[in-house]
């Protein structure tokens, strides 16, 4: 669309000026043309007057009068002056001339002399141009003027274009409630409002399900929780193998039903669209390092950060630090040495890989096949806290690996923002999008709605 209305814009600019300054043009040049050639004849008659009254006197003109003639006033073309007396003698003054020449003569009075000017036509031509040069320019200025102005209203109108293309995928995304300034313009303003509305009612529908998926969590774990305790209760105090081994069995049926809760209430999350955005990822990891910072220290290890400033990728910044938490509590737990965090491009999208890793001794080969399994663990832990980052992970689009055993590299691969979310592209520098200009009245009151 920008291309479209700067094209359109400066397309009729330049029609108009074409058809109204060549027109201009060569009015201009005939005008100066014909200009000159009255002043030369004015120049002519003035000069036959003074050679009537000297002949009439019985002399002839003098050299200071034929010099005078040639000069002509400030502004006049030099002229080669000819004065024919009536006893057949010629008066010459000023160099020859080249044709092209416009040559004026006249009678002088009853005297019967006669007088000619003649003017390079070529001075009267340079004149012209000159003229037709400066309307050359006006237009030149014109259509400048008319590019300047294309370019702002293409930017007007396709800015807040962009910018509602954006919210859309952002509401797309998972963001309910994109932002989007207005306008001035009443027919995208419109299209806005209506997005926003779309995303209040979204909004409302996704927040009903969470909320019914949250007690649903509540209402399902809270008993499997206690039944769980009950049972393993049950295995620690009774002294009958049949209840125990009943009980060991119940326990497992438990269990099996915490997983299936657990994912189908994943299963939920997943439906209701992603929460990624745009995130700096050195903000994150800052964040991160300020929170592990004191920790390391008191073991009297470093952990260090080497982000990128411009690395941005599409990520839940909430579930983005718990898996960088989760990395540094692993490596806190059972690396050794310097932590480093570090990032590097990932192929030619953007994408982005997030390095965490330490000098310690590595991944045991029996566990490394098996690390991101729910329950495998080396150190007496739960074995959750890596499957579990995986998973947030995936649930934004990237992938978290064992890139290296030893020494431990554990690598986040991230979705690069594309460029359609990059604020370079979608609204180049300079560009500003107001909400001046006038509105119909019923727009403000779905404005205030």
Do not use: C
Request: without cysteine; hydrophobic residues 45%; aromatic residues 4%.
């Amino acid at each position: 669309m920008r291309r479209r209305v700067l094209l359109a814009t400066i397309s009729a600019v330049a029609v108009a000026v074409i058809l109204l300054g060549v027109p201009l043009g060569l009015f201009t040049a005939r005008y100066v043309v014909a200009s000159e050639e009255q002043r030369i004849s004015d120049r002519a008659n003035t000069f036959s007057a003074t050679v009537d009254r000297v002949v009439e006197n019985e002399e002839r003109p003098t050299d200071e009068q034929l010099e005078h003639a040639a000069q002509g006033r400030s502004g006049d073309l030099p002229a080669r002056v000819t004065v024919s007396l009536p006893d057949g003698e010629q008066l010459m003054y000023g160099e020859v001339l080249d044709p092209p020449t416009i040559v004026k003569a006249t009678e002088a009075g009853d005297s019967r002399a006669w007088v000619s000017l003649e003017v390079s036509a070529w001075s009267v031509y340079v004149k012209a141009a000159q003229i037709v040069a400066l309307v050359v320019v006006a237009g030149v200025v014109a259509i400048g003027a008319g590019v300047a102005m294309a370019v702002w209203q293409a930017n007007r109108l396709s800015a807040p274009l962009v910018y509602l293309a954006a919210s859309a995928e952002q509401l797309g995304s998972g963001q309910v409630r994109p932002s989007l300034e207005p306008s001035g313009v009443e027919e995208i303003d419109l299209v806005a409002a209506e997005l926003a509305r779309s995303a209040d009612r979204l909004a409302g529908r996704l927040a009903a399900e969470r909320q019914f998926t949250q007690d649903a969590s509540h209402q399902l774990r809270t008993p499997l929780t206690a039944l769980t305790m009950r049972l393993e209760e049950i295995m620690m105090t009774s002294d009958d193998d049949g209840v125990v081994e009943e009980a060991r069995v119940s326990l497992e049926q438990v269990e099996r039903l915490v997983t299936v809760v657990d994912d189908l209430l994943a299963t939920s999350r997943r439906s209701t669209g992603g929460t990624t955005e745009a995130v700096v990822l050195l903000d994150v990891v800052r964040q991160q390092h300020e929170e592990w910072a004191d920790t390391f220290a008191q073991a009297k290890r470093a952990l260090v950060v080497d982000v990128a400033a411009e690395h941005r990728v599409l990520a839940t910044p909430g579930a983005l630090a718990q898996v960088i938490a989760t990395l540094l509590e692993n490596s806190l737990k059972y690396g050794d040495g310097t932590t480093t965090v570090r990032s590097k491009p990932s192929g030619p999208k953007g994408a982005v890989a997030l390095e965490v890793t330490d000098e310690g001794p590595g991944v045991q080969d029996d566990i490394a096949p098996r690390i991101f399994d729910r329950g495998a663990s080396s150190g007496g832990s739960t074995g959750l806290g890596l499957a579990l980052a995986r998973d947030l992970v995936a649930a934004d689009g990237g992938r978290l690996e064992l890139a290296q055993r030893r020494p431990p590299v554990f690598r986040i691969f991230l979705v690069g923002v594309p460029r359609t979310l990059d604020p370079s592209i979608v609204l180049p520098p300079g560009t500003t999008i107001s909400s001046r200009g006038r509105r119909r009245g019923w727009l403000h009151h779905d404005e205030r709605a």
